[in-house]
């Protein structure tokens, strides 16, 4: 029996998928559960942002009876996102509006998030959460999640020293059918199960940002997917949500810095005051060259995986599982 409150012991907990005129409640519950969590995490008030309208209706659109909500006498009180990427199924986020809390309304969405990604065919099932908040990292490990890496959070103030690239190329809605496969190969070859086709899908027909390309002798040799809407549409700052550089070549160094140099052009080149990107901690070598690149590190999640096994080949990437 836990020692916290079981708020909704008495009342029945409905799972259903999320439908267009829910999208204004769940950005309210997400804004109430993650100002209340950083209350708890650094103890001052902060209002966060309403994550962007835009954002969710892309979720649904791609993954419709995995964004879901919960509801509580009729009322939502908490949502859930579930993304497939070829093989590998992740979650996030998942909130809980904080009078709901602990009784066991996060479970459920959970539980149901699992379902829905089993049934979509995932073979690996994982999500990325802070490391260091105790609630987080029991809710999952009792869930039966298991800690796989270390996922570091940097950001990088734009200087105005941000290079121009060549070689580089923008993907544009008309010249999307002739890349994804290319995408889908370079993915595999990341991690075998791995597919970033549908998510560089999103980025370009849902003008959620930029989808950028390098090809060397003919071939695409590496990609760049940038989310420029982030949480309120006119986010100071853009995210590079993958950028896999061919984790078979000997210049893949050379291939994710033309593209991160690119991601960093367009970011300045539309206002943003940073680059925010998440990688993997497993590497030092890419950690050194992110501080060598003015990279400063800003706190770190931890993945953990549930079903299936997930490993990631090369050195020069940036992937997360993060909403
Ligand atoms: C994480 C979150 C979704 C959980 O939702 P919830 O409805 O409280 O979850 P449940 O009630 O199903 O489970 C909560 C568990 O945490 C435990 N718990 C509560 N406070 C705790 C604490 N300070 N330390 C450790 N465990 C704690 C509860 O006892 C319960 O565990 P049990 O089922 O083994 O008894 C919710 O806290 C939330 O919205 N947080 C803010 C946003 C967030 O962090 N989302 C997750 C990002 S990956």
């Not at 559960?33 to 650094?42: G, K, N, P």
């Not at 160094?253 to 080149?269: G, P, T, V, Y």
């Given at each position: 029996m836990s020692i916290f409150a079981r708020m909704n012991k008495d009342r029945s907990i409905a799972i259903r998928p999320m439908r267009p005129e829910d999208i204004d409640r769940v950005r309210e519950v997400g804004q109430i559960?993650?100002?209340?969590?950083?209350?708890?995490?650094?103890?001052?008030?902060f209002r966060y942002?309403?994550?962007?309208?835009?954002?969710?209706?892309?979720?649904?659109?791609?993954?419709?009876?995995?964004?879901l909500v919960a509801e509580v006498g009729g009322t939502i009180v908490g949502s859930a996102f579930c993304h497939v990427w070829g093989g590998i199924g992740w979650i996030g986020p998942l909130e809980v509006l904080?009078?709901?809390?602990?009784?066991?309304?996060?479970?459920?969405?959970?539980?149901?998030?699992?379902?829905?990604?089993?049934?979509?065919?995932c073979d690996v099932i994982g999500l990325e959460t802070m490391s260091h908040m105790p609630k987080n990292l029991h809710f999952y490990l009792s869930s039966g999640y298991v800690p796989t890496s270390v996922v570091l959070i940097m950001e990088k103030r734009m200087l105005g020293d941000e290079?121009?690239?060549?070689?580089?190329?923008?993907?544009?809605?008309?010249?999307?059918?002739?890349?994804?496969?290319?995408?889908?190969?370079?993915?595999?070859?990341?991690?075998?199960?791995?597919?970033?086709?549908?998510e560089a899908r999103m980025a370009v027909e849902r003008h959620m940002g930029r989808l950028f390309v390098t090809k060397r002798d003919g071939k695409v040799a590496g990609f760049a997917i940038l989310h420029t809407y982030q949480r309120e549409e006119e986010a100071r700052y853009s995210s590079v949500k993958a950028?896999?550089?061919?984790?078979?070549?000997?210049?893949?160094?050379?291939?994710?810095?033309?593209?991160?140099?690119?991601?960093?052009?367009?970011?300045?080149?539309?206002?943003?005051d940073h680059v925010l990107i998440r990688l993997s901690a497993l590497s030092p070598d890419l950690y050194q060259h992110m501080l060598s690149r003015s990279y400063l590190l800003k706190g770190a999640n931890v993945r953990m995986v549930k079903k299936g096994t997930y490993e990631e080949n090369g050195k020069y990437h940036i992937t997360s599982w993060a909403g």
């Open positions: 559960a993650w100002s209340d969590l950083v209350v708890q995490d650094i103890g001052r008030r942002p309403k994550r962007s309208e835009r954002l969710i209706e892309s979720y649904m659109a791609v993954e419709p009876k995995g964004c904080p009078d709901h809390q602990n009784g066991g309304v996060g479970k459920a969405l959970l539980s149901a998030c699992e379902r829905h990604l089993s049934e979509r065919g290079v121009h690239t060549q070689f580089v190329e923008d993907v544009d809605i008309s010249g999307l059918p002739s890349v994804l496969v290319d995408i889908t190969r370079l993915s595999r070859e990341l991690s075998p199960s791995l597919d970033y086709a549908d950028l896999i550089a061919d984790p078979g070549r000997s210049d893949q160094r050379e291939i994710f810095n033309a593209l991160l140099d690119r991601c960093e052009q367009a970011s300045a080149s539309m206002g943003k």
